[in-house]
Every structure is written in C-alpha cells, then in structure tokens.
C-alpha cells in the first residue's frame, strides 16, 4: 500500500496539465471558427456589384472548330496554343438618342488576355496592359467605344479570348452600355483587385528594407532576415511583370512568379523562430518544391513553371499555411500572449482565402474565378512584418528608457559619491590639520620649549644676561625653524635646505668654523610632491644636530655639507652627508667609556638617538662614522616620503 502510495503522485500531474491545454486551446479554436465564418461572409461581400441593366450573356462560341451557343459566366478548355483561340460572338443594342454620353464596353474578369471588337473594329486588347494578365489579380478592363462604330440598332461584338497555362479559360459577363454606368464599377473593382494589391506590396517591400535592417543590426536574431526574404519573395511576385506569349519572355521571370511555395516555407521558418524554437533539420523538405520549381522552370521554358506551381507550389502553400497554424495554436497554448494570438487569426484568413481559391479551381464553387489568396497573404506579411516593426520599436523605446533610468539613477549616485567624497576629504582634510597641528605643537614642545624652560630657569637663578641672550636667541632661532618650515616649497627640498645654509653660516662664524657646501648634481636630490612640512622640520633638526655636535664636542674648525642624488634601479633618493674635521667621539652604545667624558659623552648619545628617530619619523636612514679625523653623518632620504610617522608604528 505504501509503494502504490508512493508513485501515485507520479501518475496525477498529466490530467491538470491537458485540462489546462484544452481551457486554453478551446476557446482559440472557437475563435478560429468565428474567424472562418466572418472571412467567408467578407468573401461575399468583396464581389463588387455589376451594372447588371446592361450585361451581355448570350454568347455564340467558336472553339476549336465547333460553334456553339454558350452563357456567359463560361470555362474553355485549358491550352499552351494561342493558335485558334476561343472566339465568342454576341450582339448589343444601340440608339441615337444615347450616343451624347458616350458608350464604354466593360469586362469585369478573364482568363488570361482578351480582344474586344466592335463591328469589326477592336476597340480593347488587354496584352497591351501587364496588369491585366495575372490571374492573382483578377484585374478588370473598360474601353470606350468610338461614336463611329456604333450604328442604330443591333451591333456586333466579338470577344476573342487567349489562354495560356495549366487553368482553363475564363470570360466572365460582357457589359455594353453608357460610360457613366459602367466607370463606378470599374474603378471599384480596380481599387480592390488592382491598386489594393500594389499598396500591400509597396508596403511590403518598405517593410522587407526595414526588416533587413533590423537584421544587420541584430545577427543574432535570424527570424528578422527570414521574413525580410519571403516578404522580397512576395514583392517579386508583385512587380515581376508576367509573361505574355508570344512576345519572347525571360523563364526567369516566369520563375519568380511561381516562388509562392518558397516564401511559404520561409514564413513556417519564421513562425518557427518567432516563437523561441530551434528549426528542426527536417524542415528543408519544405523548401524542395520552390526548389524543383525553379531549378526545372529554367531549364523547361516557361510552360513549366506554371505546370509545377499547379502541382507542386500550390499544394505546398496549403501545406505551409496548415503547418503555420499549428505553429501559433501552439504558440497560443504555450504563450498565451497578443503577437500569437494576432498570427494565428491572420493565418487563419489567409487558410480560408487559400481554400476558397482551390475551390474556385476545382469550380466546386462558382464565384466568377476571383482569386484572394494572393491579397490576403500580402497582407498577413504586412501585418506580421508591422508587429515585428512595433515589437522592435517598443524594444527600443524600453531600452531608452532603462537607459534614461539608468543615467538618472548613475547622475544620483554621483551626486551621492560626490557628496561622499566631499565629506570624507573635508574629514581628510580636518584630520590632516589636526595632525599637522599636534606634530607642529609636539616641535614647539621639543624645540621652542625647551628653550623657553631654560630662559625660566636661568632668569630664577640669577645667571648673567649672557646666558639668558644665548638662551632665547636659541628659542627664536628654533622658532624662525619651525616657521620655515611652514613655507609652500613645492616638494623642492633643495629651497628649505637653501635657508638652512643661511641660518648655519651665520651660526658658524662666530666660531670661525667654515661651511664648506658643495652640491653634487646639477638638481641636488630629487623633487618629492608629497613633502610636508613635518618632514622637512625633522630632516633640518637632523642637520642642526650634526653641525651643533661639530661645533660643540669635536671642536671641528671646517664642516662640509655636500648633497647628491643616486639611482639604484628601483629609483632615484637623495643622500645629505655633513662631515667636520674635529676629534670625533666613541659611539658604541652611545655612551661614554672614559671618566672625564661622562657627561659630554652622555649627552651626545641623546643628541644622536633623537637623530636617529628622526630619521625614522621620516622613513630615511641615518648612518654615523667617527675617528680620530672627524665625524660624518650621513642621511639617506627614502624615495618616496610617508604620509604618516613610521616612528608611531
């Protein structure tokens, strides 16, 4: 019980799923058939109506070789020959008292050309007009009649009728009378079967350069290409002027006429693709009859096109056009969206207008031969080629606007990140000044300060005015320090360097001690742009110390100061050497050994140590050498200084 269960889950999901199919395939097939009903009830309402006070139907007919009394709807017989055509004889009335308005004979329908005599005198030949000799188009033709030809009474008009092609022949009712009654019905007929057709293949062709377009712009949506050359396929058909024997003709315009069965393969190829699926490998049967159709028709001649097209082309069509509706009831079942639903009836149409035209062949029904398989395709390709132009255009209108979206919600969050980085450079910027003050108040401390203390110190017991001269003329020399320091230098070192040398030789020369400055290359050291003034205050308190070591402890009577600039590959730094010639002091440990020495000793090793930590503050390195020929200090400056104090890592 538990296994039957288990896999009876398994087995209820198919019924949900064809209840959903046939509530969705029912009402589409419902809607089919009201489609059906309404395209044939259009059908009969599409036949113009006929001055029927003046039609002529009695007809005597010659055809080859027995004369016979005929009405005139009338077929013939099919033929290639146009030797002996059909030769159709019938009579008018005319009186004397109509001849101020004119007389027009009017021929509604025919197969496939005409030649109309009045009394002997032909007064219409349709071969003259190319329109007029495409069944697809069921064009009519009007000519006047000359007052000359008309004669009171009874009058004579003949009719000879040339058939070419697989079809029979076919006349359709003679009307003579005024030409006032016979011009509406003319120019209504001409509308719907002639000058209607022309506008849906000029717009079909605007639409295939539109498509093709589309195409070249979107490769990889092939359904584009697809329907831009079955919509050319259709305009060829169009405007391909026809064949008209005996005139010599090009079989490959007689080939092209018969293309129909190729652009119904290409729009089963379309609805394929239209709706997302892959065109099977098989489907390239269905381009195997336009093939054999125009492969044969050039080497035929141009009876063989329309032989084939009868046996082969139009049974393909009707193929195509089943074929494409079961593509959008599928398309409906699956989808269920307006661009299937809008195929499916159009195809639906032009399945009924295909259906009525092979009935109207088969002369199951009567209808005086109107053929609108040809105007009701046109126009399902206009449709079907509008929609993709629209579907196309909606496509871009959304990208233009996900695009302005897009820009408005990017130009929003610049102004965000704009107002971030504001905000956090007005922070950088704070926290920069804040720093700059703490190291500038930590150097007034170190430096200034102490001074000051000293001045204190020396002023409370009672020293000399000497003492306490040196003492603040040391304070404000460390002041002026620290304030040019301050200066914009511009990363140029070598400037405060110039104002340190100032300082220095007029601190030496009460000593007698000679500045020897030397500059080893041309630029001295490099620039630096990211030079602050904190680096430059440590780099000339190093040197202070160094010169004030010299003047103090190694009783140096000479101090060189020489600044160069090397490159060891990985770029150029800059190294300031001071060296004196004075007796020079033990540094191992930076303590004094000897007995007399403590204090001077010891003091030195602060000096030195608080040089050291410069150095480092600064990211440079700080090297000392000393014997008995003098001290040389030497400091090599980083390449790049940093942003922060490395000492306080």
Known sequence: MSEIAAKAPTTAPPRPRRRLIASRLVPYLLLQLLIVIVTIFGLRLLQPSDPEDFALSDFSAREDGLTRPVTLPHFTSSRYSLAD???????????????????????????NAVEVAVNGVVVLDSRRDANANRPDRNTPEIAAIPASLLREGSNEITVRLFVWGPLKGFLDTVYVGPDAAMRPAYETRTLLFV????????????????????????????????????????????????????????RLAAVLLASAPTESALVVMFGVLFFGWRWPRYGALLFVPGVVVFVIGLIGGPPLPRILFLVLGIPTVGLCLFLMACVTATAVVRRQDAA??????????????????MLTVLEIVSNDRIFVSRLSYSAMLVAIGAGLTWRFARALNQVDSFAGQLVTRVREAEQRLKASFAREEERARAAALANERTRLMRDLHDGLGGQLVSIVALSERGHE???????????????????DSMDDIGGDLMLALGSWRERTTAQLRPH?????????????VPLHPELRPWHVIQIVRILDEAVTNAVKHAQARRIAVTIDTFDAGQGPYGVIS???DGQGFALKGFAPAENGEAGRNGQTARGLRNMKSRAARCGAELDLSSDASGTRVRLQLPQRFPDSDMAAG
């Not at 299937?340 to 035209?357: E, K, P």
């Not at 005015?465 to 304030?483: C, E, H, M, Q, Y």
């Open 85 to 111: 055509p059909p030769f159709y004889t019938g009579a008018f009335t005319f009186r004397n008292a109509d001849a101020a308005s004119g007389w027009s004979v009017y021929l509604p329908r025919f197969s």
């Open 195 to 250: 000058t209607l057709p022309v506008v849906f293949s000029a717009w079909q062709s605007i639409l295939a350069v539109i498509l093709a377009i589309m195409w070249l712009m979107r490769r990889r949506e092939p359904v584009y290409g697809v329907l831009a050359v079955a919509m050319v396929l259709g305009v060829v058909q169009a405007f391909v002027p026809p064949p008209v024997p005996p005139a010599a003709t090009s």
């Open 340 to 357: 299937s639903f809008t195929i499916g009836c159009a195809v639906t149409i032009v399945l009924v207008c295909w259906i009525q035209d």
């Open 465 to 483: 005015g000497a003492s306490i001269t040196d003492a603040a003329r040391a304070a404000l020399k460390d002041l002026r320090l620290v304030i």
């Open 512 to 524: 007698d001690i000679t500045l020897d400055w030397r500059v080893a290359t041309p630029q001295g």
């Open 578 to 580: 001071v060296t004196d």
